[in-house]
Structure formats: structure tokens, C-alpha cells
């Protein structure tokens, strides 16, 4: 069993929706939760990240982590056509000792105009 | 501010052969990681360096992958020699912090035929 799971999609919306990501984890241990996007042929971008359960928005954006559930999601709110990329989550144990991330598989998102 | 630098981009290699992919931090981050995408799975971490120490190599595949910092700037990742399930897209990341807020270069992308 993957430590990360993600729904790979792809998932295709007209501009303008709501979109809702999501990921479960396995590891309890996890305390810093990241969501990335990834335009073809580039890098991972961190779009925001969470330390420990709760919500944090940044613009059309909110971040929500249910450690209880181990479940976090990213929505995203009136999306537009430059949204559509991958969207990677990714989760840390915040240990001093490494700075490894555990990555989902990604979720292809595509906003047509 | 420069970004993560890799170099190449792309490099076909045969089977047999030695591949050296250079990731270039951001000045003053004294954290790199590598980590690797094989197709149609999840981005996985290969290893950890703080300035020129190996912090955590527990993702590195075997013994045919030697990471290097020198002087705790750039790193090279020799595959030596390549196998075909060597391929995939490599990428590097720094950080200032062991945490989150990495940021990833574009990636070196690596077919072995």
C-alpha cells in the first residue's frame, strides 16, 4: 500500500468551477502538508503547505488537512484556464534529521475556457 | 533571485553506459535533494544532502547511483552503469529549511534505450 494516495485522474472542468482535490495518507506521523502544481516540462511549484489539521486559504485557493481522517484536500475557487497543470500533494514527518517528502501521484486538472 | 538549475534537460544514454546529471541551488541553500519520477509513478525521493553531507540517502536505488556535493554547492548524480528502468525524470530541489518551501529545478530527463 502506497503511504500517499491520489486520485490521478484526469479531471476536466469548465472555467469558472470549483475544484476539489484530495489525498489520504497512511503515516500518522506526517505533520507538514504540502500541495504542489507542475506545469509540463517543469518543475514542482509548492502553492502551499500546513502544519499539522486545519484550513488555510491564500486567494482562490484553501488548503484543508483532517489528520483525524488522514485526509487532506486543495480547492480551488473560480478556476481558470491557467489553473490546468498536475497537482501533486506531498506530506513530511518535519523531522530535523531529513527533508524527505512523500509524494501523492498527482491529479491531471484540465479548465476549459 | 536564480532559480534550481539541472543540466541537460534531456539525455538519451544506451543501456551500459554512465550518465552525470548536475542540479545547481540556490545560492546559499544548504539543503539539495534529488528525487525521481519513473513514468506513471509517483515522484520519489532519492537522497538529502546538508552543504556536503549526506543527510539521508535511504531512497537511493543501489549501488550504480553515487550523489556528490562538492564544497556543499552543486551536485552531480552519476548512474553508472544505466539500466533501462533507469529512466525517468530526475529532479532537484533546495531549501533553506528541512521542512517545506523547497523549490525544484525543471528536471533532467533521462531515457536509457
Known amino acids: 500500500q502506497k503511504e500517499v494516495e491520489q486520485d490521478p485522474g484526469p479531471l476536466s472542468v469548465p472555467e469558472g468551477a470549483i475544484v476539489s482535490l484530495n489525498c489520504t495518507y497512511s503515516?500518522?506521523?506526517?505533520?507538514?502538508f504540502m500541495w504542489y502544481r507542475q506545469y509540463s516540462r517543469k518543475g514542482p511549484e509548492l502553492l502551499m503547505y500546513?502544519?499539522?489539521?486545519g484550513n488555510k486559504e491564500d486567494g482562490r485557493f484553501t488548503a484543508q488537512v483532517d489528520k483525524s481522517s488522514k485526509y487532506i484536500s486543495l480547492f480551488i475557487r473560480d478556476s481558470q484556464p491557467s489553473d490546468s497543470a498536475t497537482y501533486l500533494c506531498?506530506?513530511?514527518?518535519?523531522?530535523?534529521?531529513?527533508?524527505?517528502?512523500?509524494f501523492g501521484q498527482g491529479t491531471t486538472l484540465q479548465v476549459k475556457p | 533571485e536564480a532559480g534550481v538549475t539541472q543540466f541537460p534537460s534531456h539525455s538519451v544514454i544506451e543501456k551500459g553506459q554512465t550518465v552525470t546529471l548536475r542540479c545547481d541551488p540556490i545560492s546559499g541553500h544548504d539543503n539539495l535533494y534529488w528525487y525521481r519520477r519513473v513514468m506513471g509513478k509517483e515522484i520519489k525521493f532519492l537522497l538529502h544532502?546538508?552543504?556536503?553531507?549526506?543527510?539521508?540517502e535511504s531512497g537511493m536505488p543501489n549501488n550504480r547511483f553515487l550523489a556528490e556535493r562538492t564544497g556543499g554547492t552543486y551536485s552531480t548524480l552519476k548512474v553508472q552503469p544505466a539500466e533501462l528502468e533507469d529512466s525517468g525524470v530526475y529532479f532537484c530541489?533546495?531549501?533553506?529549511?528541512?521542512?517545506?518551501?523547497?523549490?525544484f529545478g525543471s528536471g533532467t530527463r533521462l531515457t536509457v534505450v
Open positions: 500546513t502544519y499539522s489539521s
Open positions: 530541489a533546495s531549501s533553506q529549511t528541512t521542512v517545506y518551501g523547497y523549490t
Open positions: 503515516n500518522s506521523a506526517f505533520q507538514y
Open positions: 506531498a506530506m513530511s514527518e518535519g523531522s530535523s534529521n531529513t527533508g524527505k517528502l512523500i
Open positions: 544532502f546538508v552543504k556536503e553531507s549526506k543527510q539521508d
